[in-house]
């Protein structure tokens, strides 16, 4: 049995690409491995001389993970991102990476592996719509502006 | 009848009558010269020389009455002719004034069918220039509507980016998200029980 359990995503990894890119170098690393093994069965040297786990694998879980732990790892990821539940926000810029991260903990201390999309539209003009698979929270600034599409209309007949 | 059949029926009987008078002389002097030869066989001289006076006085008389005839005949030619002159003028002038009239008339009918002609031509032309009028305010109107549409459909269609060029202009690019924080997370937290109920119960 594997020792690895995956608790919950780290709050640097926020949506399913991220995961994506996660499970790449995992695959990356294992198959360097096999290279080098392959090249040590056959008494010739590796053009790769050492296998370092992505420096991200580090950063989040640790020094002490083991080439087991990180196929259990893939697995789970794999199957995070068929199952955890996806939040889409929407915000009027691209927000730095403390906010970034800031939005991914409120949401996480929800659920430590729900997934934050967050994609930029200018025409909100401020706030943040948050998207689920069940519903959509308008709290964009455009959504509360008392001047719409109908009131131009009506101005404008009104010339 | 006419002007010339009337003074050709005068002439002929100012003809008749000098016949009779000259018939009625001729006889009057056939007597007087028997009655001069009568006298001349069996009369004196003194008798002779009177009939002869008489002969004489007769002749003149007859003379005189021959040129009073003749005077009256061309007194009387003239009254008739100048009747009939009058008459005709008389005739030419009715003739005349019926022709003016009937020229008038005719004028005066052309000249009202002239301005009924005009009057018609006149509106005509009136309400063929009121449908023109009529039709270029429609095409103003057709092409201010097109256009007025065409300025909302460009207005609706790039409300939002009019409305964030505006507001980014008017804020001078202020607004950033890191200012936006107290806001989104108030909001956040004042729905978090419905994103706690859509994630919880997602599909897991």
């Given at each position: 049995m594997p020792n690895f359990k995956l608790k919950g995503l780290p709050k640097q990894v926020a949506n399913s690409a991220q995961i994506y890119q996660i499970i790449s170098y995992i695959d990356n690393s294992y198959s360097n491995k096999r290279s080098i093994e392959a090249s040590n069965r056959a008494g010739v040297k590796s053009h790769i001389e050492k296998i370092e786990l992505p420096e991200i694998m580090q950063h989040f879980?640790?020094?002490?993970?083991?080439w087991e732990d990180l196929g259990n790892l893939k697995q789970e990821l794999v199957e995070i991102i068929k199952t955890a539940p996806v939040v889409t926000l929407t915000l009027s810029s691209i927000p730095s990476s403390s906010l970034r991260t800031k939005f991914v903990a409120w949401f996480r201390a929800i659920s430590p592996i729900v997934l934050v999309e967050i994609i930029v539209d200018?025409?909100?003009?401020?706030g943040v719509i948050v998207k689920t698979e069940r519903r959509k929270l308008d709290f964009s600034i455009s959504s509360v502006l008392p001047l719409g599409k109908k009131s131009f209309k009506e101005i404008i007949d009104n010339v | 009848m006419s002007i010339s059949d009337t003074s050709n029926s005068n002439i002929y009987q100012w003809i008749i009558t000098l016949l009779v008078i000259a018939i009625v002389l001729f006889i009057v002097l056939i007597i007087a010269h028997k009655d001069s030869k009568r006298l001349n066989k069996h009369q004196r001289p003194a008798v002779k020389a009177e009939t002869h006076v008489n002969s004489i006085q007769l002749k003149k008389a007859s003379e005189e009455a021959l040129n009073k005839a003749t005077e009256q005949m061309i007194s009387s030619y003239k009254i008739n002719f100048e009747r009939q002159l009058n008459q005709n003028m008389n005739l030419l002038n009715k003739t005349f004034k019926d022709n003016v009239s009937s020229a008038t008339i005719e004028f005066q009918k052309s000249l009202q069918d002239f301005q009924i002609k005009s009057k018609t031509m006149t509106e005509e032309a009136q309400a063929q220039i009121v449908k023109a009028t009529d039709l270029a305010e429609q095409q103003m109107q057709d092409i201010a509507k097109s256009k007025k549409d065409a300025l909302i459909h460009k207005v609706d269609s790039s409300l939002n980016n009019i409305l964030v060029g505006y507001l980014n202009n008017s804020l001078e690019g202020t607004i950033d998200l890191n200012d936006q924080q107290d806001y989104i997370f108030e909001k956040l937290e004042k729905n978090k029980s419905l994103i706690i109920e859509d994630i919880t119960n997602a599909k897991f």
């Open positions: 879980f640790g020094e002490k993970i083991s200018e025409s909100i003009m401020g | -």
